[in-house]
C-alpha cells in the first residue's frame, strides 16, 4: 500500500542518514563535520561574548539607578524587529568594502542584534525590580552604591541574567547557520550545500547536527545556572520566558 511504501521511503532515508554520520570521511578534513562544528561553536562564542560585553554592564548601572525604563528597552530591543537574514545582507557590502570580507563578519553583527537585547531587558528588568525596601535596609547598613549593587541587586538579579544568556546563546547558536549563505562555514555549510545539489540527506543531517548543538547548550548552560544561582533565587528566571520570548 501507499502506506507502507511511504514507510519504507522513510526507513530507507533514515537508514541514510545514519550511513553519513558512519562515514569516518564525513568527520574529518576542512568539510567534515568536526571543523564545522568548531566553526559553528566559535561564530557562537564570540558572537555570545561579545553581546555580554556590550549589553550587561550598562543594563546593571541603568537598572540599579533606575534610569530609562520602559524607553531604554524600547530602543535597545529595536534590534529585534529587524529579522537577522536581513542584517547579515545589510552588512555584507560594508563589510566587503572596509576589508573584512564575507562571512564572519555579517553573521557575526547580525547575531550580535540578535542576543544583546534579550540580555539587556533582563539585566536592566532583574536589577531594577529588586524590592526597594531590601536596597533601602542596604543602604542603611551603610553600603554604598557600588556595594549594592554587587551584594545585593546583582545576586537578586543573577537568575534572570543568567537565563537571559543561556536563551540568547541558544538563540544565537541555531541562527549562526545563515552564515553560510554568505560564505561562511558552520554547520550551516551542510544544510546550504545539500539544498543546492538536492541531497536530501545532507540537508537533514546538518539539521540535526544544529538542533543537536542548540539541545546541549541549552542543558549545559541550564546545568551551570542551577549550580551557580542559590536554589532560593532559581524561581526568579521563570519571568525569562515571558520576556525573552
Do not use: C
Not at 59 to 77: D, M, S
Request: overall charge negative; proline content about 5%; glycine content about 10%.
Amino acid at each position: 500500500t501507499m502506506v507502507e511504501a511511504k514507510g519504507d521511503r522513510m526507513i530507507e532515508f533514515l537508514g541514510d542518514v545514519l550511513a553519513w554520520f558512519g562515514d569516518p570521511d564525513n568527520w574529518i578534513g576542512p568539510s567534515g563535520i568536526l571543523n564545522r562544528l568548531r566553526e559553528h561553536v566559535q561564530l557562537t562564542a564570540a558572537a555570545t561574548f561579545a553581546a555580554t560585553v556590550l549589553a550587561i554592564p550598562p543594563a546593571l548601572l541603568l537598572g540599579h539607578r533606575r534610569l530609562g525604563g520602559t524607553f531604554v528597552v524600547a530602543v535597545v530591543n529595536i534590534g529585534r524587529a529587524i529579522p537577522s537574514f536581513a542584517i547579515v545582507v545589510l552588512f555584507l557590502p560594508i563589510s566587503i568594502r572596509l576589508g573584512l570580507g564575507i562571512g564572519f563578519w555579517p553573521t557575526f553583527l547580525a547575531l550580535l542584534f540578535l542576543a544583546v537585547p534579550p540580555m539587556f531587558t533582563n539585566t536592566y528588568t532583574g536589577v531594577a525590580d529588586v524590592d526597594p525596601d531590601l536596597v533601602e535596609a542596604s543602604r542603611g547598613m551603610g553600603m554604598t552604591d557600588r556595594e549594592v549593587l554587587t551584594k545585593v541587586e546583582l545576586p537578586m538579579a543573577s537568575p534572570v541574567i543568567l537565563a537571559a544568556v543561556r536563551v540568547a546563546t541558544v538563540q544565537v547558536a541555531a541562527t549562526a547557520t545563515l552564515g553560510a549563505l554568505v560564505g561562511w562555514g558552520g554547520l550551516g555549510r551542510f544544510i546550504v550545500d545539500g539544498f543546492s545539489v538536492r541531497d536530501n540527506v545532507l540537508v537533514f543531517a546538518g539539521a540535526l547536527l544544529v538542533a543537536g548543538l542548540a539541545v546541549f547548550l541549552e542543558v549545559l548552560l541550564g546545568w551551570v545556572e542551577r549550580r551557580v544561582v542559590p536554589t532560593t533565587l532559581q524561581s526568579r528566571s521563570e519571568i525569562v520566558e515571558s520576556v525573552v520570548a
